[in-house]
Nanobody, 124 residues
Framework: QVQLVESGGGLVQAGGSLRLSCAAS????????MGWYRQAAGKRRELVAI?????????NYADSVKGRFTISRDDAKSTVYLQMNSLKPEDTAVYYC????????????????WGQGTQVTVSS
């Protein structure tokens, strides 16, 4: 069983900062890509940022967050972070962690996992 647990959401004023964390736990062999998505009320879930596995390419950001958000990961802790600066009211959403994980099984099966989501609210 693999779990992704997010933390760090909350209420912040426009222009402020928040740091989200997502830790993976369970019986897995390795974590490949890790990323963050968000879903605002009444809208579709959208990609915020992705960090590929080591040696797998560069990080990618949604145009709307470039220059303000930074994704990073600590593979020793199986954790991905999202540093969000200069927050805007339009950043208000539930933020979800996502990871592609190779399981510690006979076939090294790969699964796509999601966290439970953490609410970020930016007031104007």
């Amino acid at each position: 069983q693999v779990q992704l647990v997010e933390s760090g959401g909350g209420l912040v004023q426009a222009g402020g900062s928040l740091r989200l964390s997502c830790a993976a736990s369970g019986n897995f062999f390795s974590i490949n890509r890790m990323g963050w998505y968000r879903q605002a009320a009444g809208k579709r879930r959208e990609l915020v940022a992705i960090s590929p596995s080591a040696g797998g390419g560069s990080t990618n950001y949604a145009d709307s967050v470039k220059g303000r958000f930074t994704i990073s990961r600590d593979d020793a802790k199986s954790t991905v972070y999202l540093q969000m600066n200069s927050l805007k009211p339009e950043d208000t959403a539930v933020y979800y962690c996502n990871a592609l994980i190779t399981l510690r099984t006979a076939t090294f099966a790969t699964g796509d996992y999601w966290g439970q989501g953490t609410q970020v609210t930016v007031s104007s």
